[in-house]
């Protein structure tokens, strides 16, 4: 039996909260490699935006109306604590604690992906993308459990080469939605025949 296909209007739906979820990743990996010398607030703050900014287009990709209503609580629990995170990251003490304030929320957002593509990705075609998305939230969170010993530079560079992959990966799931849009698009072709009825 095929796998369900992306409807129009899902794609229509998702397509704006997948598309800014890329542009916030790809800003947040841009910034990582070009500011050399960020200290600790530079990426205290920056990473505490990104978190907050990931959650609310989380949210908004889960709360579109053609999403099943079962997959919206573990979802919004996931969103939820990546957007708590980026606020306690703003009241964190040390450069570790960011790291490990970053492990909870990408460790909170990953699961919640992997559980929303388990369970409803038939119901939902979209969620076929969450399954890499959740898997490079989980796997940098692991890795931001060991970050303790990082410097500033080193943080951010970790978090960045995981928002990288997060960065394509959206952007071309949000390209594919768009196409999936315009491939759905009415063509008609009037021919004299029916012109003149």
């Not at 900014?53 to 109306?65: C, K, L, P, R, S």
Request: include cysteine.
């Amino acid at each position: 039996m095929p796998a369900p296909k992306t409807t129009p209007v899902q794609a229509a739906d998702v397509f704006r909260p997948v598309f800014l979820r890329g542009l916030a990743a790809l800003a947040y990996a841009l910034m990582s490699i070009f500011w050399i010398g960020a200290d600790d607030k530079v990426v205290t703050y920056s990473t505490a935006a990104f978190l907050v900014v990931t959650g609310v287009f989380m949210w908004q990709y889960v709360a579109v109306e053609s999403a099943p209503e079962k997959s919206r609580a573990p979802y919004a629990l996931g969103a939820g604590l990546m957007l708590f995170a980026g606020i306690a990251i703003i009241f964190v003490t040390s450069i570790a604690w960011v790291g490990y304030v970053g492990a909870l929320a990408f460790l909170a957002g990953g699961i919640a992906e992997l559980i929303v593509f388990a369970k409803y990705r038939e119901a939902f075609p979209p969620f076929r993308n969450q399954l890499v998305s959740g898997a490079v939230g989980v796997i940098l969170a692991i890795s931001l459990c060991f970050s303790g010993g990082m410097d500033a530079h080193s943080l951010f560079g970790l978090i960045g080469g995981g928002t990288i992959i997060l960065a394509v990966f959206a952007l071309i799931a949000a390209f594919g939605h768009r196409h999936e849009m315009k491939a759905a698009a009415p063509t008609t072709t009037n021919t004299p025949g029916q012109e003149n009825n």
